[in-house]
């Protein structure tokens, strides 16, 4: 309960106890008034009606007796009027039934209010000739009674009333900086590290606020240092200091996370070998042998723009480049290569290479049964032959993947969009469990990841020999809304004991169409469902569109549906926008898996980035474990889950 209903439940207490005490010396006061009156009244009326009718009485004229018990009982409230007469022992009465108007029988029941009887002698001289009696009438006190009480209540109501709405009001007022002070917390709960600017008067509450004010900026600085920190071991571990790409040892990771993955298509692998830049060194100084490294990487990384957010692009040695595109057919491949050497060419023109002679490309198209090695060869061997053929040359070989392929382009568009129409897509899930140290034999299923692919001629084909296709022909949306209903039905008609994942596409959470309609579907769908359904987008796709998958964040939270941000530390990027999208978890990419199994430095890396992670209360998930050492190495940092060949292989749906 808040403070403020509190406070408001002790104002009514306190003025209800108020209420209760004031009515009840009010209506003993008033009750104690009317029967005084009433007793008065009454013994008056009787002494004078003795006195009235003692002639009368020693005449034995009842008759005027009569007559004066109905001018006593007429002028006042009473319910009897009754003489006793001595001599012949009989009873001269007046009387009438006691009506009580206007007054509740709850209240009459309520109250026991005593009625007054009075008594006078009747004399002449010395004899006693009778004896009068008047009782009085309980209807005008319980009249009166009831009139007091009720005017007071509806006073203390209507002030009561009053005094709440403006008492609410104030106390709403006063209460502000409470309510800054709540919200402040909860962002720095979150990372968001807010501080009030309005500082109240009050002292206590001024205490309060600058306390909090501070903390938040000491948090902050702190948080600031993690994330340079992780930054910093990020840059020193995997960035060349020169062009600013990555170095070996960060391709090295990323190609084997690659080459082990669950879905490779058709990949373009792609070495660039700049010419002559150790006469450039020796002759015109490093200055110089630098502006053409950096020149070159500028020009590879805004033809990388260009291709694929999912592409990986580093500095092998000092004049190599290697560029890996996943996804990528052999023409496309192709021209690439040709925009690239085209680009570089430019250099000699703005007199930034040594000379005419810029640069050879070797490159290489392969599928999911060549491994890393053998991409590895035959791209340093595309390379070779480029620099025999000479100056500026290229090299592409296809590495006989036409002779595998039996689709072309136009097939592949009318088997996805045949796909999409009949809603067939062929749905696989892999589980990911929790790391709990306590427990090494069992491993309790977190949510189970769900992975796409299709049939045709009898032939099964994963998502990575299709989704660059599917995004060149813009069908990601589509393939997505497909994939969100398949999961939905699926979840309906089964008793599911664990959540299930879809990954969306950049091209799919980018568009407000597709934000508009998963909302209105989420929006249909009962609470148990949604609990069993969560959603994850990649690192590289936040970093393009962070506006757009914040939008997403909100509507999934809108619903209460957990999301998670995958790939992450694959990018050289910083993690601000972690505070923005605040996921519930994120799955680090699966090159720092090895680095937590490998040399102590790389172990340290992956401590740093699980440190910062739950920091922000963000659940860590490590991808790609493919031995028991690799998951016992796991456990000994901040991580909950793990996912990968050696937890569980991919099952159909």
Sequence with gaps: MTLFRQLMITIIAIFSLMLAVVMGINFNTTKGYLIGQLTSTTQDSATSLSMSVSDFMALEDYASVGSSINAVFDSGYFSEVRIHVYATEQDIVRSN????????????????????????????????????????????GYHQLWLASRDLLISFFVIGAITLIVGSFALRYLFRPLVELEKQAEAIQQRRFLKMTNVPKTRELKSVVLSMNRMAEKLEKEFASEVETAQWLQAKAFKDPVSGLG??????????????GRERGVDGLIFVS?????????????????????SAADVLSKKVATISSFSTLARLSGADFVLLIPNIDHSQLKQIVEDIMTDLLELNVASISYSSYVANIGAISVDGQVDRAGAMSQ????????????????????????????LSRADWKDVLELTIKRESFKLQKQKVVMLDSSSDDVLTTSHEEVFMGLEHAGKEYHAGYFIGLAEQF???EKIDTVIVSQVIHYIQSRNLTVPLTVNLSMSSFSKASFIDWLDRTLGLLSADVKNKLMFEISEQSVLLEESQANVLA??????HVSFGIDNVGKQ???FQYLQTLMPDYVKVDSSYTRMAAGKESESF????????????????IATGVESERQLMALKRFDVVGAQGFYIGRSQDM
């Design 247 to 260: 170095n070996r040892n960060f391709f090295e990771s990323q190609i084997k996370s690659h080459f082990v």
């Design 605 to 620: 890396f992956m401590h740093t980035l699980c440190k910062m992670f739950n920091s922000l209360n963000i659940e860590v």
């Design 572 to 574: 050289f990027s910083a």
């Design 274 to 294: 700049l010419a002559d830049l150790a006469k450039l060194n020796n002759e015109r100084g490093y200055e110089s042998a630098d502006m053409f490294i950096q």
């Design 474 to 476: 813009d069908l990601g």
């Design 379 to 406: 791209a340093d061997s595309a390379l070779r032959e480029a620099k025999r053929a000479g100056a500026n040359m290229t090299k592409v070989l296809d590495s006989n993947i036409g002779q595998r392929l039996s």
């Design 554 to 559: 909100q509507i999934l939270k809108k619903h």
């Design 97 to 140: 039934e006691t009506k009580i108007d206007g007054v509740p029988s709850w209240f009459i029941q309520l109250i026991d209010f005593k009625v007054p009887v009075a008594k006078a002698v009747i004399s002449n001289g010395w004899n006693e000739l009778g004896q009068v009696y008047i009782t009085g009438s309980a209807g005008y």
